[in-house]
């Protein structure tokens, strides 16, 4: 996991512990600082490693699975 990715996970997790729900892509490119493309990029990636994992198959909406490994790697 890259250093941004997990700038990501961080965030998506300390926001859903602050509002009880999900950023979407826009929020969580104005809170690590990259572009929406670029977090569109990372998410896919951390979905293929098996960290975040979509509701449904084309859904935009995502849950973070595996906290084990987020812990462990965070």
Known sequence: M????EMIVKFIIGYYRERLFYPNYD???E?????KN???TH??????EGVIVR???RSPQYR?????FISSNG
């Open 64 to 68: 973070l699975i595996n906290m084990g």
């Open 43 to 48: 998410v896919r990636g951390l979905e293929k």
């Open 27 to 29: 929020e969580i490119a």
């Open 2 to 5: 890259s250093g941004t990715d």
């Open 38 to 40: 670029a977090v569109h």
């Open 31 to 35: 809170g690590v600082g990259i572009t």
């Open 55 to 57: 509701k449904y198959d």
